[in-house]
């Protein structure tokens, strides 16, 4: 027989099988099968809380040796320390910073938080972790069992050592990116003092400098009768330190170095060259209103004569 006669027949058992299911229905949708043949099975166990046989299984199946074999203990919690109240602290400031700088993120609160369950799971395991240690370390000390560590005692690792360089690279990084941008910030911070104080001593010297010609021109219009404001410009500059020697106490005349005095009477003294064209008070009074010399000009030193006065004069001569 080939293969596909026997696939052939195959396809008629199940045929075969199709047809009797279909056979079955109708008889049982006519009544024609027997009554019996199809009941369902009723479960008569009913539970039973019997006290007593749990206790002794539970006595049959607990483990009766010492308890420095067994080493098991049942504990509350130890005391939370301060350093986990500022973690729970900060990491719940920082969970709400990032509900506060993400709009995306729906605000959830800290008592159905996961993340913030999640960490203060971990801190309820540390702190019963805390409280089974030093309550074994005393049943220990009673049983006579020393508890000192080996010097030479080495905890294993899930991560191997490469692993855990890389993770202290990036830490290492990460720290000193935030302290570049930290020192960047005080130097953006620093320039920006900077430029607000010399901006405002900008201003104040043009107030300064805006007042002082507004006084020369109401002195020029006759609005005021003195020129004191010059004085006080002299004395406070625009950097806004008074000269030497202007402060209270200070004598009123300056004083000569004894020494510079005998060398001007022996040597004589031309004069101060520095800042002799710089105008001051008097030359500013004398400015436009000195009398013309010659007659009817009230005297003075004669004025110069021209140049071609003096060329025809000295023609004369010759």
Same mark, same amino acid.
């Given at each position: ?20 299911? =279909?056979?079955?229905?109708?008889? *049982?949708?006519?009544?024609? *099968? ?14 039973? /809380? ?7 299984? *539970? ?12 080493? =098991? ?13 500022? $973690?729970?602290?900060? @990491? ?9 700088? /993400? ?13 913030? /369950? ?7 395991? @540390? ?13 220990? @000390?009673? !049983? ?18 490469? @692993? ?21 910030? $005080? ?12 901006? $405002? ?12 010609? /507004? ?69 500013? !009074? ?33």
């Amino acid at each position: 027989m080939t293969d596909f006669d026997t696939r052939a027949d195959d396809s008629d058992s199940s045929y075969v099988s199709y047809d009797e299911d =279909d056979e079955l229905r109708e008889a *049982l949708a006519k009544g024609l *099968l027997k009554p019996g043949l199809n009941v369902l099975a009723k479960d008569t166990h009913q539970p039973v /809380n019997n006290p007593i046989k749990l206790r002794s299984a *539970l006595e049959s199946i607990i483990l009766k040796a010492p308890w420095i074999e067994r080493m =098991d203990l049942v504990n509350d919690l130890a005391p939370l320390t301060p350093e986990l109240a500022i $973690q729970i602290e900060k @990491h719940e400031q920082k969970r709400e910073n990032q509900f506060k700088g /993400n709009k995306k993120i729906p605000y959830v609160a800290p008592e159905v938080d996961p993340v913030l /369950n999640d960490f203060k799971r971990e801190i309820l395991f @540390h702190r019963q972790a805390q409280a089974a240690v030093v309550e074994g370390i005393k049943r220990l @000390h009673d !049983l006579g069992v020393a508890t000192k560590r080996p010097d030479d005692y080495f905890a294993e690792m899930a991560k191997t050592d490469e @692993h855990m360089q890389r993770v202290r690279k990036v830490l290492l990084d990460k720290q000193e990116g935030i302290a570049k941008s930290e020192r960047t910030r $005080q130097l953006r911070e620093q320039r920006r003092i900077g430029k607000l104080i010399q901006r $405002q001593a900008t201003e104040k010297r043009d107030e300064q400098r805006r007042k002082t010609l /507004n006084d020369i021109k109401k002195f020029r219009k006759g609005k005021l009768s003195n020129l004191d404001f010059l004085d006080d410009d002299e004395e406070a500059p625009a950097g806004g330190k008074k000269k030497k020697g202007s402060g209270r106490g200070a004598p009123s005349k300056r004083q000569v170095n004894p020494k510079r005095q005998a060398k001007n009477a022996k040597f004589g003294f031309g004069g101060r060259k520095k800042g002799s064209k710089r105008n001051t008070k008097e030359s500013f !009074l004398a400015d436009g209103r000195k009398k013309k010399a010659g007659p009817g000009g009230g005297g003075g030193k004669q004025q110069r004569l021209g140049k071609s006065r003096r060329a025809q004069a000295k023609g004369k001569r010759k």
